[in-house]
């Protein structure tokens, strides 16, 4: 599959462009332009010192690295971010620290999270009065059982 092209302005020369570190990697990683040092519970708007261009009927989204996620606690506050096809700003990205205890510590250029791009579909929303039936229904929100309680979690699930 050939790549969609995606138009992109460095608004920081010193920063790399965005790069999939594998062959077929979904999610190229994005750098900081700034140093941050992350107090446990904290979060901070960083920026990537790039803008881009999608093309119409794509998004792009901003997803944590889950390396740095497991060994540090470092998260993005609302996963995934959002770009729209039409924004032209700076991407950037809310980074949350999520270790109770150790601060986090982040340096100009380091990579940390990762850009994923997807087509998606504009809705036409049809107001009608009555929804078509389903076998879900209004179910939902633990309706098929199986999820965890908050103590005595015995493994063995709840679904009856
Ligand atoms: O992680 C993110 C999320 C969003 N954006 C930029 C691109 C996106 O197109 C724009 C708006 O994002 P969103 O719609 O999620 O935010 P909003 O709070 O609804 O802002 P707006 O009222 O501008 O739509 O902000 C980022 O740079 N990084
Ligand atoms: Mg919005």
Known sequence: MSPVQVLLSRLDPGIPLPSYARAGDAGADLVTTTDVVLEPGRRVLVGTGIAIALPPGYAGFVHPRSGLAARTGLSVVNAPGTI???????????LVNHDPDEPIRLSRGDRIAQLVIQRVETAAFVEVAELPASERGAGGYGSTGGHATLSGNTGQGTRK
């Open 84 to 94: 729209d096809a039409g924004y032209r700003g700076e991407i950037k990205v809310c």
